[in-house]
């Protein structure tokens, strides 16, 4: 006879309250990101680009989009929370305030895949698309880094 998992209820400090983020936590939200993804992806295709700068382009549109979403916007719009959350980036407001969570962990797999598929499917490299992909997946990659949390470069978006 199989063991029944039971869910342990969580502790009432751990519940994520922010409704600007905990829909996120959802599985419908990680496969909505990926047929997005898919369709941005198809979308290049049917524009008939040549494949090594659609493949870039794709990377390119996704490490900027998902950073200035991520991490430039701050606040958020829903009204109830009446500026409980005007000094944090969309980022550091997933997981509550804790790193690492699963949603993070998402977060942070889905540009490193896309570079990679990027990168094997890039027949031509020229040094100058290959570093462009790199800077782009660094750039993001590091603005998820834990030691990143309300660090403000240079104090701009402060």
């Known amino acids: 006879m199989a063991a029944r998992r039971t869910s342990v209820p969580r502790v009432p400090s751990e519940v994520n309250t922010n409704y600007n983020t905990n829909w996120l936590d959802t599985l419908s939200f990680k496969v909505y990101y990926v047929v997005a993804l898919v369709l941005l992806r198809f979308i290049l295709v049917v524009t008939r680009m040549e494949n090594d700068v659609a493949w ?34 969309f980022w550091e407001q997933i997981g509550h305030r804790r790193s690492f969570t699963d949603t993070q962990k998402f977060l942070t797999l889905v540009p490193i895949v896309v570079y990679l598929l990027t990168s094997f499917s890039i027949q031509k490299h020229a040094l100058g698309i290959d570093v462009l992909n ?25």
């Not at 782009?136 to 978006?157: C, D, E, Q, T, W």
Request: charged content about 15%.
């Open 56 to 89: 870039t382009v794709f990377h390119i549109v996704h490490c900027t989009l998902t950073w200035i979403g991520f991490h430039w916007i701050k606040g958020s719009p829903i009204v109830e929370e009446q500026g409980k959350y005007n000094r944090y980036t």
């Open 134 to 158: 790199v800077a782009a997946l660094l750039l993001v990659l590091i603005s998820k880094m834990p030691g990143m949390h309300l660090v403000r470069l240079f104090g701009i978006n402060k």
